[in-house]
């Protein structure tokens, strides 16, 4: 069983930028594919960045070129690096895992709230 716990979310003014941590523990971090998933007001989650064991990385539309995901698997630890942060990111973001064979995210964090002020 793996856990997760998100940190680094808080408020910001538009144009800034934040960093979020996310911690694993109790499984083998390196193989897991891992993403950053985001929850609006009134809106569905949405995906908006995962990497895989190996480094692949995929984004949402919505953030290309301002958000950077990373990991470190000897720290068992993923990173969201938000730049050009905009009033509409504003999200409860989610840290999430899975096996490769998974076909979704089994593992989850608590959430960590970003708020992008105008």
Partial sequence: Q???VE???GLVQAG????LSCAASGGIFSIHTMGWFRQAPG???ELVASITG?????YADSVKGRFTISRD???NTVLLQMNTLKPEDTAVYYCAGRLP???RYAYWGQGTQVTVSS
């Fill in 16 to 19: 800034g930028s934040l960093r």
């Fill in 54 to 58: 190996g480094g692949n990385t995929n």
């Fill in 73 to 75: 698997n000897a720290k």
């Fill in 7 to 9: 940190s680094g979310g």
């Fill in 2 to 4: 793996v856990q997760l």
């Fill in 43 to 45: 809106k569905q989650r």
């Fill in 101 to 103: 064979i998974m076909d």
